[in-house]
């Protein structure tokens, strides 16, 4: 039997259960990828983004080449593509990952019908998450909006039968041959149209497996404190690896639980709060899939939150200052700009730039989170929006509309040394700890001795953060009451 492994978001060997299908059911495998022109086209993402995935692909061909698979490539419309090279390669029988975003349900749906129709047989297999949206739902059968009520099922559907892992290639009995077609040559990032980037995560398979054993062995054991300082390397940076599923989240989570029967002197804590990570993870993906209107708007009506500022003069300068990281507010900066120059950000800061942009300077949420796609190595539609939404109050289980994040403390508390802020913000370098975090403070002596002059080298703060606040709760209190 000829099977086509179709590659989307499942870049690797490990624990691939459309790969390790078809190795098993077939004598001879094609794995293929499809470059979606459109979606390239669409400019939806940006070049780390991109840069990052066809490094995965050169590592994944280069691997799977040497157990006598050949990688094959397309570029087009992935609908056409598809159907076009089960043609081509005489396959019967498909084998795919699902994915979970409302534009790849209604592509696969087409997909498969048609191929059916053709009498080619379908098999899509549960990867990208450890439970889809329909494993984990309420006592009346609903998807779960509450994060809480998700993890405890979560858990509870973890302990009865937590899901095995597959074998990994080397340990299939048979090497598969696949379409003769030796040394493929991939397109390059400026072929698709971007520009290649350094890459400030090192992609691929192996790296990310490195980086799960690096962090199992140290960091995850100081995470519950190490997760909000920017300045440290204290969180897993695998997020662009589950993007791109170069990393299996069962492995990960696994892996982590492992650690705790080791008998090491771990801390149960830490390791239960990463894996709660992995699962707002699936909690978002399960929203998108369930809501899937999350993709272009609020989940819920927006009653009670102020209206954005009207586009104009001054919200583009605002957002402007935003996107480059010359608000003045020294965090914010040092966040735009990490993401800027190296394609990711920390965390904590994301949440502070987001809630910046929404509560301070008033700009619909919808702008950053277009601009965190543009920007992210990570850009993944069901986090990024579920964290937008988060931050805007339009979520399932957002942060409350009244709460805003004070830029000033969480720089104080999670940055207090000003190492972070020094590191993307370089002007700032010289300005002593009890300015850093508010340099316009300095007096012009200090700026002289800094060697940085606020209003120059360095912006005044765009808003008056106190002021903003209350006009932001002012302005949502008058919706309430009207
Ligand atoms: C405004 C905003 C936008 C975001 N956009 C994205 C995005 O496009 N893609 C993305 O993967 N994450 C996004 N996140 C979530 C989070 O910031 C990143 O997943 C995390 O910083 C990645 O770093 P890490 O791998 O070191 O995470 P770790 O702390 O090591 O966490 C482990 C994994 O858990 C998942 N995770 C962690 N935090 C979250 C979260 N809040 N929501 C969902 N999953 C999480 C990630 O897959 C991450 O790799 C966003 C957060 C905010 C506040």
Request: with cysteine; net charge positive; proline share 7%.
């Amino acid at each position: 039997m000829r099977g086509v492994v179709w590659l989307r978001r499942d870049l690797r060997l490990q624990d691939q259960p459309a790969l390790a299908a078809a190795c098993a059911d077939c004598d001879e495998v094609t794995p293929l990828f499809v470059f979606d022109d459109p979606l390239l086209r669409s400019r939806q993402f940006g070049s780390s983004c991109v840069t990052f995935m066809v490094s995965c692909l050169v590592e994944l061909a280069d691997t799977l080449a040497q157990r006598g698979l050949s990688l094959q490539w397309r570029r087009g419309n992935q609908i056409e593509e598809v159907l076009s090279f089960v043609e081509d390669v005489k396959a019967d029988v498909i084998y795919w990952n699902r994915d979970y975003e409302p534009a790849s349900i209604q592509r696969d749906r087409k997909v498969q019908q048609a191929l059916m129709a053709r009498g080619v047989v379908v098999r899509t297999f549960k990867d990208h998450v450890v439970f889809e949206a329909e494993e984990i739902r309420g006592s009346t059968g609903d998807p779960l909006q509450r994060y809480s009520a998700y993890r405890a099922r979560w858990w509870t559907k973890w302990h009865a039968a937590p899901p095995p892992l597959l074998p990994s290639p080397a340990g299939l009995q048979k090497q598969r041959t696949g379409t003769s077609s030796p040394g493929i040559t991939l397109p390059t990032v400026e072929d698709l149209g971007y520009q290649t980037i350094p890459l400030s995560i090192k992609p691929g398979e192996k790296e990310a497996l490195r980086r799960l054993r690096w962090f199992l062995d140290g960091p995850i054991h100081h995470y519950v404190e190490g997760r909000n300082l920017p300045a440290i390397d204290g969180t897993s940076k695998l997020s662009p690896q589950f993007r791109f599923g170069t990393l299996s989240v069962r492995t990960a989570v696994h892996a982590a639980l492992g650690t705790l029967a080791t008998g090491s002197p771990v801390s149960r804590r830490d390791v239960l709060t990463w894996i709660d990570e992995l699962i707002w993870r699936e909690f978002f993906q399960q929203i998108l899939s369930a809501f899937p209107h999350v993709a272009s708007g609020p989940f819920k009506s927006k009653d009670g939150l102020p209206r954005p500022r009207p586009a104009g003069a001054e919200w583009n300068r605002l957002y402007a200052a935003w996107c480059e990281g010359q608000t003045g507010y020294p965090l914010v900066d040092a966040g735009m700009r990490q993401l800027n120059q190296t394609g990711w950000m920390h965390n904590r800061v994301r949440m502070v730039v987001a809630s910046f942009l929404i509560k301070d300077l008033r700009i619909e949420w919808q702008s950053g989170e277009r601009y965190f796609m543009q920007q992210l190595i990570d850009a993944d539609l069901a986090a990024n929006n579920g964290n937008w939404q988060w931050a805007s109050a339009t979520g399932t289980d957002s942060m409350p509309g009244y709460r805003i994040f004070n830029p000033l403390l969480q720089s104080r508390k999670f940055d207090p040394e000003g190492v972070y802020i020094r590191q993307y913000v370089p002007e700032l370098a010289a300005v002593p700890t009890d300015r850093i975090h508010a340099p316009q403070l300095m007096t012009l002596n200090e700026q002289a001795l800094a060697g940085c002059r606020i209003g120059k080298d360095y912006p005044l703060p765009i808003v008056d953060h106190r002021q903003a606040r209350e006009e932001y709760l002012a302005l949502g209190k008058q919706l309430v009451t009207r």
